[in-house]
């Protein structure tokens, strides 16, 4: 079993940064594969991005290119969201996910998720 918790969200303006972290409990962090997810209100829930059990591959959508980076240390069992240039569209409730083996950017192969943290993009 695999406990995820986030921290990080907050209201922050047009044009700022904010850094997300998602700690996991759990004894073998490093071979499981991470991500971020995101939903919107009255939106279904969508890829940001996912990273490597070693953190050597990364995958981002669209919206997230250019403007977030993916982290992880495997001693302290985080991961991170670096997020710049913040929009009034990246407002959501971002999303730690979990699972064993392969990165993937799809939802639905993640087993293990956290409650979410509130990012607010104010203009």
């Known amino acids: 079993q695999v406990h995820l918790a986030e921290s990080g969200g907050r209201l922050v303006q047009v044009g700022g940064s904010l850094r997300l972290s998602c700690e996991a409990s759990?004894?073998?962090?490093?071979?499981?594969?991470m991500a971020w997810f995101r939903q919107a209100p009255g939106k279904e829930r969508d890829h940001v991005a996912s990273?490597?059990?070693?953190?050597?591959?990364?995958y981002y959508s669209e919206s997230a290119k250019g403007r977030f980076t993916i982290s992880r240390d495997n001693a302290k069992n985080m991961v991170f969201l670096q997020m710049n240039s913040l929009r009034p569209e990246d407002t959501a409730v971002y999303y730690c996910?979990?699972?064993?083996?392969?990165?993937?950017?799809?939802?639905?192969?993640?087993?293990?998720w956290g409650l979410g943290t509130q990012v607010t993009v104010s203009s």
């Open positions: 759990v004894r073998t962090f490093s071979n499981y594969a």
């Open positions: 996910a979990a699972r064993r083996g392969d990165v993937s950017r799809y939802q639905s192969f993640y087993d293990y």
């Open positions: 990273i490597s059990v070693t953190g050597s591959d990364t």
